[in-house]
């Protein structure tokens, strides 16, 4: 057996392993893929199967929506309301400078 044989024979293999092994699999893979992405984009019913579909839903939802109702009642009373911290009558904003500066912060260096 010669050297170009054996070379030839190895190349054979490593092509041959290569295709049947590792890109077939590949390829049914991807047939499914793309098999899938059409089933879900061309497999939708009819416009007026689609619309009844909606209306049930929605039907679905108020009912639902109702039985939560039903079921918390509303308060009766709101919650009271937070001290007021200002007072509307008083209008005198006037802060002594030592009280504001409290110490040495406003004395130039």
Known sequence: MGTFERIFDT???LVFNT???ALIPFMIWG???QHDVY???Y???T???R???RVQAMIKKVLKEDSLKKSHPVQK???PLPPQIHNPEDNNFSIPLQQLLEGNHGRFL
């Open 39 to 41: 089933q879900k984009k």
């Open 19 to 21: 295709i049947y092994i």
């Open 31 to 33: 047939f499914f893929t």
């Open 47 to 49: 416009w007026p199967e």
């Open 11 to 13: 190349l054979y293999c």
């Open 43 to 45: 497999s939708k019913g």
């Open 77 to 79: 009373r709101e919650a």
């Open 51 to 53: 619309e009844e579909a």
